[in-house]
């Protein structure tokens, strides 16, 4: 069964500091895809990045970056010089393939989320 | 604007109450999710369908009835629920199997 795990429930920041958001998954499936989301108040679920398994380089957008490291199966998330509007819930998602009648589908398992604070 | 629809954003039910959740996808996507995320709780996926058709019921109390009449559109038949059931009712679409899930904002159930 594949699991998602976020250690951190919540962080607290003041803007500017730079915050890492930690993941750590397991899964038996040698090809898998891993993803980050972020839930502001509003409710919806923002896609923020998809990355394969067969693809460790980091990843930089913007204030944003991903350490994706294999060895030991971690996807780690970093804000640099946070800003009041990066406080949300984000949240650590691995994908599992599924089949069913001829018919390929993706289903998330998702971690529990690390609810971010940014005061000013 | 995340190309997900659900409606309505906000339901207040009663226990002996029957409602629906709406969720309207226009992104040319041809699977559809329900997750339920509760107080606490990771998400949890409820329902799947895959062109049109249920390919995935994760042991979902059958007070919870999914349909998805065409491939844009899918829908929570909700009847005599519980309190326990209160939580954010979330609704998803993909287009290709392990490629991103687009979401609604979500239907915020109150179940009294």
């Known amino acids: 069964a594949q699991k998602v795990t976020q250690a951190q429930t919540e962080i607290s920041v003041v803007e500017k500091e730079d915050v890492t958001l930690d993941c750590v998954y397991e899964?038996?499936?040698?090809?898998?895809?891993l993803f980050w989301y972020k839930q502001p108040p509003s409710g919806e679920l923002v896609f923020l990045i998809r990355?394969?398994?067969?693809?460790?380089q980091n990843e930089i957008s913007g204030r944003y970056s991903w350490n994706f490291q294999k060895s030991t199966s971690s996807f780690n998330f970093t804000i640099t010089a946070s800003q009041v509007v990066d406080s949300a819930v984000y949240f650590c998602a691995l994908s599992e393939a599924g089949n069913a009648g001829g018919t390929s589908y993706g289903k998330l398992t998702f971690g529990q989320g690390t609810i971010l604070t940014v005061h000013p | 604007e995340t190309g997900v629809t659900q409606t309505p954003r906000h339901l207040v039910m009663g226990m002996t109450n029957k409602k629906s959740l709406k969720c309207e996808q226009h992104l040319g996507h041809n699977a559809m999710y329900w997750y339920k995320q509760s107080a606490k709780k990771p998400l949890e996926l409820m329902f799947v369908?895959?062109?049109?058709?249920?390919?995935e019921n994760n042991s979902v109390p059958s007070r919870f009835s999914p349909e998805c009449p065409n491939s844009s559109h899918l829908f929570l038949h909700l009847h005599t629920l519980q309190p326990e059931d209160s939580a954010l009712y979330l609704c998803a679409s993909s287009l290709l199997p392990n490629t991103e899930a687009f979401f609604g904002q979500g239907t915020r159930l109150t179940v009294v």
């Open positions: 990355r394969n398994s067969f693809d460790e």
């Open positions: 369908y895959s062109l049109e058709e249920r390919v």
């Open positions: 899964t038996r499936d040698t090809t898998y895809y």
